[in-house]
């Protein structure tokens, strides 16, 4: 029973986004223990109490982005304009553009990005967000970033990352800047 709900919720979830779910009904399929283990990581990515909207999924695009070629990307900046981060804001994190950001997406960025480049200002941009939010914000927007970029990488090991796409924004193509190597 447990399992077929598991199911119809993936299945309505895929449909909602447009997103390819197939990774995750083979885990159920072939080892739900698995699953079942894996899934309340799906529910902790959504974990935001302090930080803003735009902070939040700011770090989430940065870590689909280090992780993934488009769909993850895509589904990430969907679920960003459904929570109600303005579209502009989305375009500027995939365009790597801390001009076009207002402060909360640029800090979000900023923090997710360090950590993603291991550029050695981890603590800088970490005191910034724990000075604007305290610890809870260090800890939303650790888990933004972290968790988002778990599920890229399970779909890649169990061999369902096969597409590379672009990503729009409301429909609207935009020139995506992967990091620099």
Known sequence: MRSWIARRILRKYGKRYGYDVSYL????NES???FFKFAPVMKASG???VVPVEASYAAKIVGALAEDCGPCTQLVVDMALEAGMPKDQIEAVLRRDPRAMND?????????DTLVRRSGD???FRDAVRAQWGDKGVIDLTLSLQLGRMFPMVKAGLGYARE???VTVDGHDVDVVKQAA
């Open 104 to 112: 909360a997406t640029t800090l979000g960025f900023r923090f997710a």
């Open 164 to 166: 590379c796409r672009r």
């Open 122 to 124: 981890e603590d800088e």
């Open 32 to 34: 739900p223990a698995a």
């Open 25 to 28: 009904e083979m885990m159920l």
């Open 47 to 49: 974990h935001r109490e």
